[in-house]
T-cell receptor, first 114, second 114 residues
């Protein structure tokens, strides 16, 4: 069964900490995405990557960075966590050139910044 | 401009009765359309997709959706609701040549009464 795995289900971090959210997929997908989900705001795209070492800003990249050193792994980095980054973070992947395939999502990481 | 509108934020049905979750879209391109389901504290799971083939699309768990170009709609239906269908449902449109412009609807929360 194909999978997107997010390393943590729940995280609590302090303001100012550097936070790493990890996502691994076992489907050999080129495309990977990071979203955040907030009540009333829906899903918003933070960053995406269509190849190793490639990244593109999404709609709300401020305060975040990403790393894609290996095809299967896409990391989201909060350089200095703030309380307004408390949210549910969802990772997704999809194969290339088959944009109609749809995304496979991970189970999400609920991050609380205190 | 591309957009997707889920017409109901909440829908409540009794177990065994039909489900209708409404979605309208706006797209300058021929769209790809998807429905995803999200159970509490979980990631999103693909229910079904429309990719310019048959206009009536069947998905998992007995759900189906019909693409109506003239009405710019892609409503999700199920003949008989089950308690396990209680979740949030997202209508998604994928636009653009690269397939990276993904627009999520705000979501419809489905309640199923015993």
């Amino acid at each position: 069964d194909v999978k997107v795995t997010q390393s943590s289900r729940y995280l609590v971090k302090r303001t100012g900490e550097k936070v790493f959210l990890e996502c691994v997929q076992d489907m050999d997908h080129e495309n990977m995405f990071w979203y955040r989900q907030d009540p009333g705001l829906g899903l918003r795209l933070i960053y995406f990557s269509y190849d190793v070492k490639m990244k593109e800003k999404g709609d709300i990249p401020e305060g975040y960075s990403v790393s894609r050193e290996k095809k299967e792994r896409f990391s989201l980095i909060l350089e200095s966590a703030s309380t307004n980054q408390t949210s549910m973070y969802l990772c997704a992947s999809s194969p290339p050139g088959r944009r109609n395939y749809g995304y496979t999502f991970g189970s999400g990481t609920r991050l609380t910044v205190v | 401009a591309q957009s997707v509108t889920q017409l109901d934020s909440h829908v409540s049905v009794s177990e065994g009765t039909p489900v209708l979750l409404r979605c309208n879209y706006s797209s300058s391109y021929s769209p790809s359309l998807f429905w995803y389901v999200q159970h509490p504290n979980k990631g999103l799971q693909l229910l079904l997709k429309y990719t310019s083939a048959a206009t009536l699309v069947k998905g998992i768990n007995g759900f189906e959706a019909e693409f109506k170009k003239s009405e710019t709609s892609f409503h999700l239906t199920k003949p008989s609701a089950h308690m396990s269908d209680a979740a949030e449902y997202f209508c998604v449109v994928l636009v653009g040549a690269g397939g990276f412009k993904t627009i999520f609807g705000a979501g419809t929360r489905l309640f199923v009464k015993a």
